[in-house]
């Protein structure tokens, strides 16, 4: 079941994302800080979305999304993640699905995704151009030297 992220998310939602292998510990504590920042100043009023993929009470995955400022209905897909035992069954498409239906839902058309171009982010970029998104480009060393930002977009509406 897909539900609203409540605060009390917050500490399994960070052990979730730190047991996934694919986010630095720094990572996890910038999440920390978007996720309090999120629920303490209402960041949903600036169009910003935290939903929780649960199950029997354990969240197995999230989505976190938001309009990109100054654009015209752009939307950035901040954070997705599914728990580590739980990858390979179709709960990120889920998600994915999930958040581009919400986007469509409030008019946005454009859906921008970054991750890293590392070898060890090759299954994640393979999962975006297997949901139907472009590889729109990359950055050459924009988190650190040799890792660099691949970009990935999905139109959501009409041209």
């Known amino acids: ?16 994302t730190a047991g996934t292998g694919f986010f630095k510990p720094l990572e ?11 629920f303490a100043s209402n960041r949903d009023d600036y169009g910003h979305r935290a939903f929780v993929w649960e199950h029997d009470g354990r ?4 989505v ?5 400022e100054m654009t015209d209905r752009t939307w950035y897909l901040w954070w997705i993640a599914v728990a580590a035992d739980q990858q390979g069954l179709g709960i ?5 699905a999930f958040a581009e239906a919400d986007v469509r839902e409030l008019g946005g058309r454009l859906l921008v995704v970054e991750t890293s171009t590392t070898e060890h982010y090759e299954p994640t970029r393979q999962f975006y151009l297997k949901h139907g998104y472009t ?11 040799g890792d660099g930002m691949a970009i990935f977009t999905k139109r959501l509406g009409a041209l």
Request: no cysteine; charged share 20%.
């Open 92 to 96: 990120g498409g889920k998600l994915l």
């Open 28 to 38: 996890v504590e910038t999440l920390e800080g978007v996720l309090n920042d999120f």
């Open 135 to 145: 590889a729109a480009g990359r950055i050459a060393d924009f988190y650190a030297d």
């Open 64 to 68: 976190y999304h938001a309009p990109e």
């Open 59 to 62: 969240p197995l995955g999230y």
């Open 1 to 16: 079941m897909i539900r609203p992220a409540t605060p009390a998310d917050t500490a399994a939602l960070l052990d979730l």
